[in-house]
């Protein structure tokens, strides 16, 4: 059950995501002087929003099989909760107010000079504990594979070597009943 309430977090980040990038994509149409800033604070989302969506399907394809490092991440104060609170915080930033205030601030980018840096060191750091604990996951996962791979391979000899005594038993077998056959005759 766990599973389904991690798998639901991190579809609602995913969203807040691609909603947060949408937001700085308008900046980008009206505000000419931190393109760089708004552009590569986007990319940062776009490649947070794509580990996501991996590890959202790693979730539902193993879901009985996740090790602590991914179950964790959806834990009270996780980092999944984390990244959520990091993007409203982006998210209530970018948003474009409404008035004659907001008129005004939407001709300029919201964020200081050098606070795109922390916010962007901010989504690696997250992004890097998903990757972490997808790899981890694997590891476990493909090492459990592989002993089951193991395990089989050793089936397989052992029914290669029986079928192998089989057929030399019978072969002996046959070799004597020809023999008292033709004693017979």
Known sequence: M???????????????SANVAILGYQYIEKVKRSKK?????????????E????????????????????????GEDGPVQGCN??????????????GLKGLIERLKWPIREGEVDVIKRRIERHKSLFLLALAV????????????????????IQHRDLQTQRGTTY????SF???WVFEVH
């Open 85 to 98: 609170q990091d993007l409203n915080i982006l998210r209530e930033i970018l948003e474009l107010k409404k």
């Open 177 to 179: 009943i020809q023999l």
């Open 171 to 174: 072969k002996g077998q046959k």
């Open 137 to 156: 996951d694997r590891m476990s996962t493909s090492a459990r594979t592989d002993s089951g791979l193991a395990l089989g391979r050793r089936t397989d």
């Open 2 to 16: 766990a599973e389904l309430a991690l798998a639901a977090s991190i579809i609602t980040v995913i969203q807040l």
């Open 51 to 74: 580990v996501l969506k991996i590890l959202r399907d790693h979730i539902r394809e193993h879901p009985d099989s996740l090790t602590n490092a991914v179950q964790t991440l959806g």
């Open 37 to 49: 800033e708004i552009t590569a604070l986007i990319e940062e989302l776009n490649s947070l929003h």
